[in-house]
């Protein structure tokens, strides 16, 4: 070859190599240049050391229990030492197996899987981004497919590796990942799928969720079985390949089936939850508006309630009771209005699919258990059914006619079908109800019985009156069926229930148990026309002390003390206690016209109970952070003593309490007193009999629209409240000591057997006098009988006998009176020894037509 030539080829090549380094130089520039334009504004990667997933609530019992969970995102936190290697090894397998040697990207496997694109034609290609990549897009970057987002993962990927560790990456990983099933994290899916721990996952477990971030909705394990077999052995394999698992292992985790939660293989890890209830979610209401919802649903708040699981299944099987008690005995069949179509029925398989789907209250267990049920055949008497959960045996289940004859088909006017006598009067094939065993006293079975959902509704509520920690709260018959809690946010008529609040402002105004007050007709002009408030046995009973006036509920009376005394100071009580925060100040309101809440009255009725302490109602006794720290705790009271080892072992120690007094002690334990005679020869009697002093007050509003029963021992503060959600009369004979007097009764029993109660403690500074609760007149210390009452009286006050309180409302002429009458205003001293004048004359600002007893 001649010099010329050899000269020619080396030009040539250096040109090549001139333009191939140039080029080389061009495209790092270009290179260089893409990378610095998208890295000028991408996101810090310092933030993610300080991320903070979101993570599940949990609500706890006081013995600790986890009795409800609450979240946006089902997320289980889980730090990465805590995370078993095993979990670790299935994931790096799966999604990135050179994760701990790559410095956040990896080039070898973005060329193969760019390789492997262009060689399939665009069909064949796949992901290659590393977890590190994975991380930057869920935290930092969004997840749309496109040049421009793949350029700044690769930045972001780049600089994150210099800010965290490998391990604290996979952390980030490993907890915020979908994995279906509304679950996020591994911890929350081993959880879901498997009901275990991570600590207690096998290898094709681990290795079954680690096929799950491309495609969790594809990789089901009972709807997508074969899929998910077919890619948790690929992960196995590629475990073994990695040197995670050994051959031995490898092959025992392959051969097994894939058993899970979805497929009825294991319990889910919610049926070692009770079903949500009205406690609970009150819980989540309240702690929502306190610290935000959001804060609420993704804090992972570790919730410690006040509630007694015990006694809070006793509350909400009393309240059922009564509620159904009354449901049964206006004899109408309602039933639940739900139909399955006729197709439905021919096939066990079918009705049994259709009647899972049906949206029908499942949380009553009341006497047994309720099920739903199927109407599939209704013959001359009786009626074939279909139950939830319950297998058909050789001979069907039945509904008899002996079942039906209480009640009346209420047809789709509104009007009520005949008697009923066979099954065929209120049952119709492919009807969906409500049934439960009924059993003999030797607990054997007799036959199935209708149930339905009462149409009236109710509330109930208890509370520890020393702490204000809430023992139970029901806030209707069925949560599944009514989420809206009665308890805490119906606004009713409290009746005559409002009146110790009354009665507690005369008596702190100087007015005493044995004070007397004209029970006589009252005429009022107002705006809506003339109102004649009465009593609820429509007759009047002349001069009568307070202490009779409250026992028996008199209207007539406590209208003319709320004159006496003056609607303001009523109102001002009424705030002091919590029952309302504004109240109108209008004669009405005396006997309860005014709207409020059950947990209102509960409340302000413990204060009562307690001496006259202010006390908080609570249904959290504590709340911590997800980092453990306490960021809420009810009871601010010092415990002096606790850290004092010394104490005797039969002394509890000292605990100094700085609450508020909002009454007089002794005021409290004189409307205690009196409120006990409601309770043991008043409008309570007939209902409540305690081994233990009770005091309380029934409550029953115009046309017994709302019946109420609020009572209390010295520990224990519980009221019910029943009517329907639009309000309608209850009917006659329905009062709040026969209606809501049994579901306190209920309660107290089992209360009272486990937290006990005692004598009411008598404050210092008073005396027993002996009256007679009748006329009010004085009686001699030895003196006994049915009308002999000791009522307590502060020192140094004796009371006044012989005087008569009116209201300065007229009186019929023909009223038979047997003492004198005095006119208003009066002077009289309060029970802090000041004296003031009592009893503004009304006008029609202070007067309403309302009318409540």
Known sequence: MGAPVTR??????????????????????????????????????????????????????????IIDEFARERRLFVPADDIPDLVKQA??????????????????????????????????????????????????????????????????????????????????????????????????????????????LLPHEAAYLATLPKKPSNLHPVRNKDEAISRRNFVLKEMKENGYLPENDYEIAISQPLLSVQGGDYTSFRAALPPRDYFTD??????????????????????????????????????????????????????????????ALAEETTWRAELARVDIPRDVDLDGKWHPAVVLQVGDNDARIGIEDIEDDADGHFISAADVTWAKKQLEDGALGRQARVAGHILERGDVVLVRALRD?????????????????????????????????????????SVFNRATQARRQPGSSFKPFVYASALDSGYSPATIVIDAPIEINTPQGLWRPRNSSNKFYGPTPLRTGIEQSRNLMTIRLAQEVGMEVIADYARRFGVYEDMGPYLANSLGSEETTLFNMVSAYAMFANGGERVEPTLVDRVQDREGQTIYRHDQRDCVEC?????????????????????????????????????????????INLPVPVAGKTGTTNDARDVWFIGFTNTMVAGC??????????????????????????????????????????????????????????????????????????????????????????????????????????????????????????TFGTVSSGGLY
Request: hydrophobic content about 35%; overall charge negative; some cysteine.
């Open 643 to 687: 850290a004092n080892p010394g104490i005797a072992p039969d002394r509890a120690p000292e605990i100094t309490s700085n609450r508020e007094r909002v009454m007089n002690a002794i005021t409290a334990y004189q409307l205690t007193s009196m409120m006990r005679g409601v309770v043991d020869r008043g409008t309570a009697s007939g209902a």
């Open 441 to 481: 006293e030797n607990g054997d079975f007799q036959r199935w019985s209708l149930r339905q959902i009462p149409e009236v509704q109710g509330g109930f509520m208890a509370m520890d009156v020393n702490n204000g920690r809430v023992i139970a709260l029901q806030g209707g018959f069925s949560y599944q069926h």
């Open 721 to 842: 409240y029943i009517g329907y959600d639009q309000p309608r009369p209850l009917g006659r004979g329905t009062y709040g000591g026969n209606t809501c007097g049994p579901v306190f009764q209920e309660f107290m029993s089992a209360a009272i057997e486990k937290y006990g109660a005692g004598k009411f403690r008598v404050p210092p500074g008073g005396q027993f006098i002996k009256i007679d609760r009748f006329t009010g007149a004085r009686l001699p210390d030895d003196a006994s009988g049915p009308s002999v009452v000791a009522e307590y009286f502060r020192l140094g006050e004796e009371p006044i006998f012989g005087v008569s309180f009116d209201g300065g409302f007229a009186m019929g002429s023909n009223l038979p009176l047997f003492e004198d009458v005095i006119e208003r205003p009066q002077a009289v001293t309060t029970s802090t020894g000041e004296t003031t004048v009592v009893g503004p004359d009304a």
């Open 91 to 200: 994931f790096i397998s799966a999604e990135d197996k050179n994760y701990y040697t790559h410095d956040g990207y990896d080039m070898r496997g973005i060329a193969i899987a760019a390789f492997q694109c262009a060689q399939s034609g665009g069909s064949g290609c796949r992901g290659a981004s590393t977890i590190t990549q994975q991380v930057m897009k869920n935290f930092l970057l969004s997840g749309d497919r496109s040049a421009e987002r793949k350029i700044k993962e690769l930045i972001l990927s780049s600089r994150v590796e210099s800010v965290l560790d490998k391990e604290e990456i996979l952390e980030l990983y490993l907890n915020e990942i979908f994995l279906g099933q509304n679950s996020y994290g591994v911890a929350a899916a081993a959880q879901t799928y498997f009901n275990k721990t991570l600590a207690e």
């Open 282 to 343: 009150e819980i989540r209401r309240q702690l929502s508006r306190d610290f935000g919802e959001e804060e609420f649903f993704t804090g992972g708040m570790a919730v410690r309630a006040t509630f007694d699981p015990e006694l809070q299944d006793v509350a909400e099987t009393a309240l059922r009771h009564a509620l159904e008690k009354y449901d049964r005995a206006q004899g109408v069949w309602r039933g639940t209005g739900l139909k399955l179509p006729e197709d």
């Open 8 to 65: 020619f080829i080396l030009s040539f090549l250096g040109s090549i190599f001139t333009l191939i380094t140039m080029g080389a130089a061009v495209v790092a520039l270009s290179i260089g240049a893409v990378f610095y334009v998208y890295g000028k504004d991408l996101p810090s990667t310092e933030a993610l050391a300080k991320y903070s997933p979101p993570t599940i609530s949990r609500i706890y019992s006081s013995e600790g229990k």
